[in-house]
Every structure is written in structure tokens, then in C-alpha cells.
């Protein structure tokens, strides 16, 4: 190439022995010092590309020395644009293919793992598993509801099978059942309705001790400032907010069974927190769509108190009370004593199995609906099934409110629902639509066929009966049917702010008549007082004249 | 879905909890060829079940030479004895839009007090009849309905010929598992309605072979689709919220694809809310 020619950039600058920077570097040191400023400088990454000058400098020069072209300095601006693109290709083997890593596969294996038998057992486990074991069978009861057509594909029928196999291994578990599963926008929800065994559950009292805690330090802290501002203060509020109901406890009402969730088989089981009265009554008037997280926020209006965990299990729970169902004389009341004349007739809510039971034949189970009855609690409008008056106050403070308690509205009626083991034929329909339809599942074949009940209040529920066997299952999105659109609860209307009285309220202003007769009135009024100072003063001056 | 292939296409769209029994399904084999032997038709493809209070109808629809012609509409009470529905009119979509609740199970049921213009009115009236409407006509007027509001197809499934007749792409392999998830790869299979509206720069991508139809992308209102990954990961599968119960299912990299109805046969006019 040879020196710079007068038209090329650069002539002058570079004359041999005379580098620009020869003045300014004397001594070694000095040079070593410069050099690593220049690397330095060379290898600060670009704020735009995240490249460095020196990483792309060196791969270039590799890449030349890799290939050898031939004029390379002629092509050198191509050559770093090809380096510089090289950077988002993937590294393609010409002679094999990469394989990709599908996201199918990590979900393949989450599946395999399922069937895998859990490490270090033995056979005295295997016993213990052939005998009485929790695990529902899936499988039979799948084949019961696919002879009406309904229920999941035999593969995914088997994966929950193993599902709750597992949970069953994880949890202390008692009675175990494939509640059903409901459909959301992301992903769905298989649902295991569970029982532990008497005394295993787990507390869940912490949670709540820390509130009351943090409450009372709060209220400590507002009465200091209180102290301080005692002069001024704005009208307080005189609105009570409605009593909390209490929920009812783990194992009874509406929390009689646990229930624990998850999105596919294979993913690990969430349990789902116990429900409240709150949660139920507001479920009763929104419906969302699940997303299929459970932490999920529920925006609605009235504002639903929890996140979707606790929406679903409120579905469920209302769900359950709808329409869980059984054959006639398959459960029956324990025989109790002094059983009928429990306080407000709030009725028996245990049963247990009939171990004399005497299943009828299909016809007559699909024929009339009082052949089934509903073996779980009736959900009454306060959110419980077992009414709880929220006006009781305890003892304590009895005593400090006795004066209160002729104030406040006592008016609480209490809410009967019907009772456990009512049969079906009580159930009311929807305008002119019955609230259960009942089928055999085959006309061709009547010998082996199998009742089926399908919900028209919950579309997606289901009963099956055969025999001695019977099962209950949901799989829909998780509403309630109702023939008339939804209409959202409109807002409560604006409270007062202040109570009104006489001393602030504001008069009327006088209308213009009013006005005119006023000042007719008053000026009438002067000119009576003007005549009568007159002849007063006529009268004085009569008098001082007569002086 | 495509009567041939029902057994596996039954198991796929399985997901939520709604399918046919054994006897239904060995049924529909035979008497849905029968079906295509009677009427000449094309194609048969098995539209779904609505149900009744009191019984489920079965749909079949067949199709001829040219697949976006109008179909012809079957229903059976057993699958077993099929009948031919009307044809469906403008008039019985706008009568059946205003019923609400559910099917009663019986073909002949007559519902009253439908409200229609005055000029219809005034003709019955003249007639001494009081409008009414039989369940068949609803029948086919809601299948219609769906069909045409939530009727899909993957992109490039079918292709519309120079002369204007629509027929399935043999060259189609399937959507590649990108291309499944996004709303965009799947058109509704009825007369396009946004598709003059493209601004030209976006008309100039599509292939007037196989774009002519609406996709599901600016469907309102919107998230009124949920997609999902069913099976670990290896069937897609939409359902529509606008008419629960419409499940769509597509095997990606494979020719399998189809939708099925298994519902009430009612809109869900509480969507917004839900959503």
C-alpha cells in the first residue's frame, strides 16, 4: 500500500520515525501506561450494541487468519459486518442439525415422573397400599360417566389417578374423591375433595393471632395521637359496619371437606384456604371467569374479600351444596338421642352409610326425583349452614353494653334451609325448567344401564347411579345458570355527612313578591311612625309656641 | 370435526369433561357414512350436541363440492334416524336471537310471544296467528349462530381456488407450536366481515389464496378465546367464551384439527362481566 498518497485521508499525519504521540511518550514506563489506557479504552463496551472494540477487533482477526481470503483488506468493512452479524445466528452444525429442546418435552417429563414409583418401598408398603387406602378409584368412576358421554379422555383420567395418588402419599389423608374440574382462561383447575384424618389437620391460628397483635399495636399508636389533637377534631363517623359473620370451623358446614388443586397432573397440589360467610354471600353476586392462578386478584363490584384461591373455593363450596347428591337410603342419620330438640331446630349434620342399603332399579332412579337426595348442607342466604345469630355477644361484654343493646336493631331472623338428606322433588326449578334432568345412560341396552342426573342449575354438574355405586362430579366453568342476564350490584347510595337540623340547615331565600310586600309592609310602617313623630313634633311646637 | 376421524378427535377435545358415550360414538361410524351416502355429500363433519331440558339434539353438517357454500344441517334425537333442517334465513336469526333459555328437547315445541316488525306482525295478525317460533327453526338458526361467530379453522387449512371455490390445502402439515398459541393462525370459517377494512400496506402480505378470512385476532370482545396447552403440551386447544361449550382442538405439525360443540345452545351475554 505503501505511504499516504496526497489524496488519500491521513497524509501528513503519519510520517515513519514521526508517529503524532512520539513527542508526548519520552520513557517506558510512561508507555506501558499508555498502552494499557488504550486496551482500556479498547475494550469499554458500546452502550448501544453492548460490543467492545477489542472482542470484535480479535474475532476479525481470527476470522482472517481462520480464513485467509484473499485482498482481505479490501473486504475488511464486509468482513466486520459479517462478524458483527455472525453474533445472532445459532451455531448451525452444516452437517447435523441442532435439536431444539421443545417446551413439550419438560412437560413430557413431569408426566413420566408420575409414574414412577416413589423411591425405598418395600413390601410392606405395597400391603399397606392393597389394603383400605383413601385413593378413590378414578378409573371406575370415569367408566360410569363416559357411558353418558361425560368426563375427560381415559389418558388424563389416569394421569389424576396418579395425581392423587400422590397427594394421598404427601398428606394425611382420610377419605379422598375426584371433586371434578373447572375450566379458566389460562389454565384450568382439577379439583380433590379430601378429609384428614381426626386430629391431623393443621392449625391455622398463627396467621391469626399476628393480626389481632398488629391490631392492638395500631390502636395504641391512634390513642397517643388522639391526646395530642384533642381540640378540633372532625365529626367522627357514626357508621357501624355490618357484623362480621364468623366462618365456620374446619370439619363442619361449609368447610366440612379440604380441598386441594392443582393445574395439570403432575404440577405439585395447592390446598385451598377454608371459606367464609363473606366470600360466599359476595360470590353469589359476581361471576368471573377463573384465570387459573390462584393468586389472581378478583376485581369486581362489591369488591370480593380474597383472591381467586378463595373465589374458587367459595364455587366450590356452593357447588357442593347444590348438587351433591346420592340415592335414597344410601346415608342415613345416626341414631342420637335428644337429637330433635336442638335450639332452633338447626337440624342434624352428620350422617353415616347405611350399611343396609337396597339400591333401586335404574328406572325407578331416573323416573322420579325422589329417589336422590342431597347428602351435603344446604349453604342458607348468611353464608353458613348452620345460622349463627352475629348479635350474641359473649359474657364479657354483656355488661359493658347493656345500655347498646336496646339500640341496635335486634330484628335478625332466623335462616332455616332445608335439611340434610332432602330429596331432590324439593328442589325448585329455574321459570319453567326443571332442576335436574334425569337419563339412563342407553336405551338400547336397558339391563346395564347407568342413571345419570345432569344439574340445570349448575350446568356442569353431575350424579351417576348403578347399583350400589354412585358418584358426584363438576366439570364446567364454575357459574350458575341463570336464564336472565347478569346484572351487577349497583353502588349503596351516598351516605349523609352530617345529620341535618334546624340550626344548619339554610332557609329559603324570599321570592321577589315576598320582597315587594316587605318593603310595602315597612315602608306603610315609616310613614305611620313619620305621621305620628309629625304630629308629635306639631304637637311640641304647639306647645312651645304657646309658650 | 371431520366424521372420519371423530374417535381420536373426541379424545382430544375431551378437556372439558364433555364428550359421547361408547354407544353413541360406534353409532355415529356407521350411520354418519350412511348420512354421506343418502345426500351425496362431500364431507361429513359431526357439529356437536345441544342440550335440551329434556333430550340432547346431535348435529351433523355435510358439505359439498365447494366448502363454503351454505351446508346442509342435520339433527337426530338418537344419532341413529337423521333429519334434514330448513335452510336457515335471515329472518329466523333475528326471531331466534331474541329466545332466551334453554332448549326444550322436543323438535316441535312452539315458542310464543316472539316480538318482530310491524310488518310481519301486521300480516299474522291478518292470519289470526300469534307469532311463534318452532324449536326446529331455532335449532338451526342458533347452529348458524355459532358457526358463524365461533366456527374456526388454522390458517392455511383451506385455500379458495382462482374460481372462487373454497377447498382443504392437502399441502397443509399443521401449524408449527409458535404459531398455535397466537390468535392470529386461526380465521373464522364464514363470510369474511374485516377484511375489507385492512389498511392496503397489511392487504399487501396476505396470500389471496389462503387469507380470505377473518382471523381471531380483533374479535370483540377481546380475550373472548382462551388458548391452551392441553395433554403436556402437544394438543392446542381454544374455547370460546362468547358461546360456552365450543372447543376447538389443533395437533401442532400434524393435519389434525377440528371443532365440536357440546352445550346449551345459549350465548353468554354476561361475557364482558365475567371477563
Not at chain 1, 394421569?159 to 374440574?181: D, E, N, Y
Not at chain 2, 357414512?33 to 355435510?62: K, N, T
Request: aromatic share 10%; glycine share 6%.
Amino acid at each position: 500500500h505503501g505511504p499516504c498518497q496526497s489524496h488519500e485521508p491521513g497524509y501528513g499525519l503519519h510520517q515513519p520515525g514521526h508517529s503524532p504521540y512520539d513527542d508526548q511518550i519520552p520513557d517506558p514506563k510512561s508507555r506501558m501506561l499508555a498502552i494499557q489506557n488504550a486496551k482500556a479504552y479498547l475494550l469499554k463496551s458500546s452502550t448501544t450494541s453492548g460490543l467492545n472494540l477489542y472482542d470484535h477487533l480479535a474475532n476479525m482477526l481470527t476470522k482472517i487468519l481462520d480464513e485467509q481470503p484473499t485482498n482481505a483488506v479490501d473486504i475488511i468493512e464486509n468482513i466486520s459486518k459479517d462478524v458483527k452479524w455472525a453474533q445472532f445466528q445459532k451455531k448451525m452444525d452444516t452437517l447435523r442439525d441442532e435439536h431444539e429442546i421443545l417446551p413439550t418435552f419438560e412437560a413430557a417429563e413431569k408426566r413420566k415422573a408420575l409414574f414412577l414409583k416413589a423411591n425405598g418401598e418395600g413390601d410392606e408398603e405395597l400391603e399397606d397400599e392393597i389394603g383400605e387406602t383413601p385413593l378413590p378409584n378414578v378409573m371406575e368412576t370415569a367408566f360410569y360417566f363416559e357411558q353418558a358421554g361425560i368426563g375427560l379422555s381415559k389418558d388424563e383420567s389416569y394421569h389424576i389417578f396418579l395425581a392423587l395418588k400422590k397427594l394421598i402419599s404427601v398428606q394425611p389423608i382420610q377419605t379422598c374423591r375426584f371433586w371434578g374440574k373447572i375450566l379458566g382462561l389460562e389454565m384450568n383447575y382439577i379439583i380433590a375433595e379430601v378429609q384428614y384424618h381426626e386430629g391431623e389437620e393443621e392449625e391455622e391460628t398463627e396467621d391469626e393471632e399476628v393480626t389481632e397483635e398488629g391490631g392492638k399495636k395500631r390502636g395504641e399508636v391512634e390513642d397517643e395521637d388522639e391526646e395530642k389533637e384533642k381540640e378540633d377534631e372532625p365529626p367522627k363517623s357514626t357508621y357501624k359496619p355490618p357484623p362480621v359473620i364468623p366462618k365456620e370451623e374446619n370439619g363442619t358446614g361449609a368447610n366440612k371437606y379440604v380441598y386441594f388443586v392443582c393445574n395439570e397432573p403432575g404440577k405439585p397440589w395447592v390446598k385451598l384456604p377454608p371459606v367464609t360467610p363473606a366470600q360466599i354471600v359476595c360470590a353469589r353476586k359476581i361471576k368471573k371467569f377463573f384465570t387459573g392462578r390462584l393468586d389472581a386478584p378478583v376485581v369486581s363490584f362489591p369488591p370480593f374479600p380474597g383472591n381467586e384461591a378463595n373465589y374458587l373455593r367459595a364455587q366450590i363450596a356452593r357447588i357442593s351444596a347444590g348438587t351433591h347428591i346420592s340415592p335414597i337410603g344410601f346415608y342415613q342419620f345416626a341414631e342420637e338421642e335428644g337429637d330433635e330438640e336442638e335450639e332452633g331446630g338447626a337440624g342434624r349434620d352428620t350422617y353415616e352409610e347405611n350399611p343396609d342399603f337396597q339400591p333401586l332399579s335404574v328406572v325407578e332412579m331416573v323416573d322420579s326425583l325422589t329417589t336422590w337426595v342431597h347428602h351435603v348442607q344446604n349453604i342458607l342466604k348468611q353464608g353458613r349452614c348452620v345460622w349463627l345469630n352475629p348479635f350474641q355477644k359473649s359474657e364479657e361484654e354483656e355488661e359493658d353494653e347493656e345500655e347498646e343493646k336496646a339500640e341496635e336493631p335486634d330484628e335478625l331472623q332466623q335462616e332455616i334451609g332445608p335439611p340434610l338428606l332432602t330429596p331432590l322433588s324439593e328442589d325448585e326449578g329455574i321459570q319453567n325448567i326443571p332442576a335436574w334432568t334425569a337419563q339412563p345412560s342407553t336405551n338400547l341396552i336397558p339391563q346395564y344401564a347407568v342413571a345419570i342426573l345432569q344439574s340445570n342449575r349448575w350446568p356442569g354438574a353431575y350424579a351417576f347411579a348403578s347399583g350400589k355405586k354412585f358418584d358426584n362430579i363438576y366439570f364446567g366453568w364454575g357459574h350458575k345458570y341463570s336464564p336472565e342476564n347478569h346484572t351487577p350490584a349497583l353502588p349503596p347510595p351516598v351516605q349523609a355527612e352530617y345529620p341535618s337540623g334546624p340550626e344548619i340547615t339554610e332557609t329559603r331565600d324570599p321570592t321577589l313578591e315576598e320582597e315587594l310586600a316587605f318593603k310595602a309592609a315597612k315602608e306603610e310602617a315609616l310613614a305611620a311612625a313619620e305621621e305620628d313623630d309629625d304630629e308629635e313634633d306639631v304637637e311640641d311646637d304647639e306647645e312651645e309656641d304657646d309658650d | 370435526m371431520e366424521a372420519a376421524s371423530l374417535p381420536a378427535a373426541l379424545e382430544l377435545a375431551a378437556g372439558g369433561g364433555a364428550g359421547l358415550s361408547p354407544e353413541k360414538r360406534a353409532v355415529l361410524g356407521a350411520s354418519l357414512l350412511l348420512l354421506q351416502r343418502d345426500y351425496r355429500f362431500e364431507r361429513v363433519w359431526f357439529w356437536g350436541c345441544i342440550q335440551g331440558v329434556r333430550g340432547s339434539y346431535y348435529i351433523a353438517e355435510g358439505l359439498g363440492h365447494d366448502r363454503a357454500a351454505p351446508r346442509s344441517r342435520l339433527y337426530s334425537l338418537t344419532c341413529v334416524e337423521w333429519s334434514l333442517l330448513p335452510p336457515v334465513t335471515e329472518e329466523m336469526v333475528a326471531q331466534a336471537e331474541q329466545l332466551k333459555g334453554r332448549f326444550q328437547g322436543d323438535p316441535s315445541f312452539e315458542y310464543e310471544h316472539i316480538e318482530i316488525n310491524a310488518e310481519d306482525a301486521e300480516r299474522l295478525f291478518e292470519d289470526g296467528k300469534e307469532p311463534t317460533i318452532k324449536e326446529e327453526a331455532r335449532l338451526v338458526a342458533t347452529i348458524e349462530q355459532i358457526d358463524r361467530a365461533v366456527g374456526i379453522i388454522p390458517r392455511r387449512a383451506f385455500v379458495k381456488t382462482p374460481l372462487g371455490s373454497v377447498h382443504e390445502n392437502r399441502n397443509f402439515e399443521g401449524l408449527s407450536l409458535t404459531e398455535a398459541k397466537k390468535l392470529s393462525s386461526y380465521f373464522h370459517f364464514t363470510e369474511p366481515f374485516n377484511l375489507k377494512n385492512k389498511t392496503l400496506l397489511e392487504k399487501a402480505d396476505l396470500d389471496p389464496s389462503t387469507d380470505f378470512l377473518d382471523s381471531l385476532e380483533h374479535d370483540i370482545p377481546q380475550g373472548s378465546w382462551t388458548v391452551q396447552l392441553e395433554k403436556g403440551d402437544t394438543v392446542v386447544v381454544l374455547r370460546s367464551l362468547l358461546w360456552l361449550g365450543l372447543t376447538f382442538y389443533h395437533v401442532p405439525m400434524t393435519k389434525q384439527y377440528g371443532y365440536i360443540y357440546f352445550g346449551t345452545g345459549e350465548k353468554n351475554f354476561d361475557l364482558p362481566f365475567m371477563l
